[in-house]
C-alpha cells in the first residue's frame, strides 16, 4: 500500500535516504557485523543498492484505488517520489564510486581486506583514529556541476547514524565535489563488480588522476602495510594516462594530417 512506500513521498531527502540506506544490512548479513565487513562486501552492498534506483520507476511507486488518493495528490506524491529516486540515485553512485576506489586499489595490492584497513576505524565514543577522508578538501570544485542536496547530504550527512558506517560521506563529498554528475559516466564505463586487476585499472584511469593521488595519499597512511604498493599503483596510472593520451594527440595529428592532403 501507499502508506508502505510513504517515505518515498517525502519532501525530506535526508530522511528518504536514512530510510533507504538502513536497509542494506537486512539484505547484506556481511554489514551486520560493525567492524568486520570487507571493502568486497560493502561494494558489493552498495553495487546492488544502485542498481535498485536505476531500475525502480518512479511512476509505480504509489497508486490509487477508487479514486483515492485523488489525481492531484497521486501526481505530487509521484513528484516527490521521482525527485527523491533522483537525489538517492546520484548519492548512491557517488558512495558505489568511492568504495569502487578503494576495492581497485584493494584488488591491485594484494587483494580483499577490510574496510578498516583502507579508510581507518569507524569512531567511537572511546576509540577516535586517523581516517582516510580525514585530510580531504571539503569545498566541491565544481558545485555548478552539482545537484546541491546531493553534495549537501554527502558532506554533512543523513539524519542518523548507522551501525556500519557514519552519517557523513567524506570520500564520496570529494569525489561527488570534483566530478559533479559526471560520476554517472564513470559508473557504466567500467564493469566495477566483481573487480579485476584489469578493470580496476581502468577504472583508476578514468577518473582524474590528482583526484586519485590526493585520495592514495591519505590511503597509505592508513593502510601502512600496502602503502608501498598503493604508491606503485598511482605512479603506473600516472604514467598509463601520459602513454594514453600520447596516443590520442598522435591520432589527431593523423587525422589532421589527412584532412589536408
Same mark, same amino acid.
Given at each position: 500500500?501507499?502508506?508502505?512506500?510513504?517515505?518515498?513521498?517525502?519532501?525530506?531527502?535526508?530522511?528518504?535516504?536514512?530510510?533507504?540506506?538502513?536497509?542494506?544490512?537486512?539484505?547484506?548479513?556481511?554489514?551486520?557485523?560493525?567492524?568486520?565487513?570487507?571493502?568486497?562486501?560493502?561494494?558489493?552492498?552498495?553495487?546492488?543498492?544502485?542498481?535498485?534506483?536505476?531500475?525502480?520507476?518512479?511512476?509505480?511507486?504509489?497508486?490509487?484505488?477508487?479514486?483515492?488518493?485523488?489525481?492531484?495528490?497521486?501526481?505530487?506524491?509521484?513528484?516527490?517520489?521521482?525527485?527523491?529516486?533522483?537525489? #538517492? =540515485? +546520484?548519492?548512491?553512485? !557517488?558512495?558505489?564510486?568511492?568504495? &569502487?576506489? $578503494? /576495492? %581497485?586499489?584493494?584488488?591491485?595490492?594484494? *587483494?580483499?581486506?577490510?574496510?578498516?584497513?583502507?579508510?581507518?576505524?569507524?569512531?567511537?565514543?572511546?576509540?577516535?583514529?586517523?581516517?582516510?577522508?580525514?585530510?580531504?578538501?571539503?569545498?566541491?570544485?565544481?558545485?555548478?556541476?552539482?545537484?546541491?542536496?546531493?553534495?549537501?547530504?554527502?558532506?554533512? #550527512? =543523513? +539524519?542518523?547514524?548507522? !551501525?556500519?558506517?557514519?552519517?557523513? &560521506?567524506? $570520500? /564520496? %563529498?570529494?569525489?561527488?565535489?570534483?566530478? *559533479?554528475?559526471?560520476?554517472?559516466?564513470?559508473?557504466?564505463?567500467?564493469?566495477?563488480?566483481?573487480?579485476?586487476?584489469?578493470?580496476?585499472?581502468?577504472?583508476?584511469?578514468?577518473?582524474?588522476?590528482?583526484?586519485?593521488?590526493?585520495?592514495?595519499?591519505?590511503?597509505?597512511?592508513?593502510?601502512?602495510?600496502?602503502?608501498?604498493?598503493?604508491?606503485?599503483?598511482?605512479?603506473?596510472?600516472?604514467?598509463?594516462?601520459?602513454?594514453?593520451?600520447?596516443?590520442?594527440?598522435?591520432?589527431?595529428?593523423?587525422?589532421?594530417?589527412?584532412?589536408?592532403?
Amino acid at each position: 500500500s501507499n502508506r508502505d512506500v510513504g517515505n518515498f513521498g517525502s519532501e525530506d531527502r535526508a530522511f528518504f535516504l536514512d530510510n533507504t540506506w538502513s536497509l542494506l544490512p537486512e539484505t547484506n548479513e556481511a554489514l551486520r557485523s560493525q567492524y568486520l565487513y570487507t571493502v568486497r562486501e560493502f561494494q558489493f552492498a552498495v553495487f546492488k543498492m544502485n542498481g535498485f534506483f536505476n531500475f525502480l520507476d518512479p511512476a509505480v511507486i504509489f497508486t490509487s484505488f477508487r479514486g483515492v488518493p485523488p489525481d492531484d495528490a497521486l501526481e505530487a506524491m509521484t513528484l516527490q517520489a521521482r525527485r527523491n529516486m533522483e537525489v #538517492g =540515485r +546520484k548519492y548512491v553512485g !557517488a558512495k558505489l564510486l568511492a568504495v &569502487s576506489v $578503494l /576495492a %581497485a586499489f584493494c584488488e591491485l595490492t594484494g *587483494g580483499d581486506g577490510p574496510m578498516s584497513l583502507f579508510m581507518g576505524d569507524l569512531p567511537s565514543r572511546h576509540h577516535v583514529s586517523y581516517r582516510l577522508e580525514d585530510d580531504l578538501p571539503t569545498e566541491p570544485v565544481c558545485l555548478e556541476e552539482c545537484d546541491e542536496d546531493v553534495f549537501n547530504i554527502l558532506a554533512h #550527512g =543523513r +539524519k542518523t547514524e548507522t !551501525a556500519f558506517d557514519i552519517r557523513q &560521506s567524506p $570520500l /564520496a %563529498a570529494y569525489l561527488y565535489g570534483c566530478m *559533479g554528475d559526471a560520476i554517472e559516466r564513470c559508473l557504466t564505463q567500467v564493469k566495477l563488480y566483481p573487480m579485476t586487476k584489469e578493470t580496476a585499472m581502468e577504472f583508476l584511469k578514468a577518473l582524474p588522476t590528482e583526484v586519485i593521488a590526493r585520495i592514495a595519499e591519505n590511503m597509505a597512511k592508513v593502510a601502512v602495510s600496502r602503502a608501498d604498493l598503493i604508491e606503485e599503483v598511482v605512479d603506473k596510472v600516472v604514467s598509463q594516462r601520459i602513454i594514453q593520451e600520447g596516443d590520442h594527440e598522435d591520432d589527431e595529428d593523423d587525422d589532421d594530417d589527412d584532412e589536408t592532403k
